[in-house]
């Protein structure tokens, strides 16, 4: 069974990583789900993000469907989130870049006239414990 059911066909997830004092910070973010095993959501940040430096200390995350201004329209999931690199970061951005087209492809010919940060992918699978933060 999906996991991750609540996301399907839907285009942003709000992401809340937190703070060491436990406060929450909600983004909205695009997404792709793992077609193979459906348990895997990926999104991708720029390394020096501040949700990049939370999950660095801490994976443990909340996810709901939302919208574009990141109006959550679904259930709250506690979840484990976790930088990923190699081939992991490959396909998750080919996910992404396949979903969002041609408005990713846009974004990616844009930053590279930006100098600055490169960019982390990031892999959320459901998590079995219910403490978030």
Same mark, same amino acid.
């Given at each position: 069974?999906?996991?991750?059911?609540?996301?399907?066909?839907?285009?942003?997830?709000?992401?809340?990583?937190?703070?060491?004092?436990?406060?929450?910070?909600?983004?909205?973010?695009?997404?792709?789900?793992?077609?193979?095993?459906?348990?895997?959501?990926?999104?991708?940040?720029?390394? =020096?993000?501040?949700?990049?430096?939370?999950? @660095?200390?801490?994976?443990?995350?909340?996810?709901?469907?939302?919208?574009? @201004?990141?109006?959550?329209?679904?259930?709250?999931?506690?979840?484990?989130? =976790?930088?990923?690199?190699?081939?992991?970061?490959?396909?998750?951005?080919?996910?992404?870049?396949?979903?969002?087209?041609?408005?990713?492809?846009?974004?990616?010919?844009?930053?590279?006239? @930006? @100098?600055?940060?490169?960019?982390?992918?990031?892999?959320?699978?459901?998590?079995?414990? =219910?403490?978030?933060?």
């Amino acid at each position: 069974m999906n996991n991750f059911e609540a996301f399907r066909g839907k285009r942003y997830l709000n992401l809340e990583t937190f703070r060491t004092n436990g406060q929450g910070v909600r983004t909205p973010v695009w997404f792709a789900a793992d077609h193979e095993d459906g348990t895997t959501l990926f999104v991708y940040s720029l390394r =020096s993000s501040g949700k990049a430096k939370r999950l @660095r200390r801490s994976g443990s995350v909340r996810i709901a469907p939302c919208n574009a @201004r990141g109006m959550v329209t679904g259930p709250w999931i506690d979840a484990q989130a =976790s930088i990923v690199e190699g081939e992991e970061f490959r396909q998750g951005m080919q996910l992404i870049d396949r979903k969002y087209r041609p408005w990713k492809q846009i974004l990616d010919l844009l930053a590279r006239f @930006r @100098r600055g940060d490169a960019r982390i992918g990031i892999a959320i699978r459901r998590n079995t414990a =219910s403490s978030p933060g």
